[in-house]
């Protein structure tokens, strides 16, 4: 009888043993799903803050893209690009400033400084060109990732705003 009670605890044993085993499998598993969860929505969201910063300065163009209306300016210690509202006399100043893209909207003439701006997404920098109508912007969202945007502008080629 003796034997018996022994090797019930044995088996006993073994199956708290097994089931250990088990739940120390499932955790892990968890664990390293949770991590690489956790990867790619950061992967993820810094992604759509890179497309948001190059689809905002598109859209803005597009709707700003009439003859003359839109030049790259020097802006206190940096580069901004201008968008006229012709009619209005506002201009539109989109720039890198402090580690934020901003966006300055003013009647043309009023003296303002990069700091009066409306800050929008955060962003390491931006280079701004015009060249015969191309307009590249350079966008850089930190960590060495850097986006190029590159529009025609529809008003250089004779097109409707």
């Not at 991590?35 to 598109?58: H, M, S």
Request: proline share 2%; with cysteine.
């Amino acid at each position: 009888m003796r034997r018996q009670g022994t090797r019930g605890r044995m088996d006993g044993l073994l199956t708290l043993l097994l089931f250990g085993v088990f739940a120390a499998c499932v955790l892990m598993v968890l664990l390293t799903g949770a991590r690489a969860y956790r990867g790619l929505t950061e992967r993820d969201r810094a992604a759509y803050d890179r497309r948001t910063c190059v689809q905002y300065i598109a859209t803005k163009v597009r709707q700003g893209d009439a003859a003359g209306a839109v030049t790259v300016e020097p802006f206190g210690d940096t580069a901004a690009l201008r968008l006229d509202d012709g009619e209005a006399g506002c201009v539109t100043r989109l720039y890198c400033f402090d580690g934020w893209l901003m966006e300055l909207y003013t009647f043309a003439d009023a003296e303002l400084s990069p700091q009066d701006g409306e800050r929008i997404m955060p962003l390491a920098g931006l280079t701004l060109t015009l060249k015969d109508g191309l307009l590249t912007a350079e966008i850089e969202a930190g960590e060495g990732v850097t986006d190029t945007l590159r529009l025609s502008l529809r008003s250089e080629e004779g097109g409707q705003p």
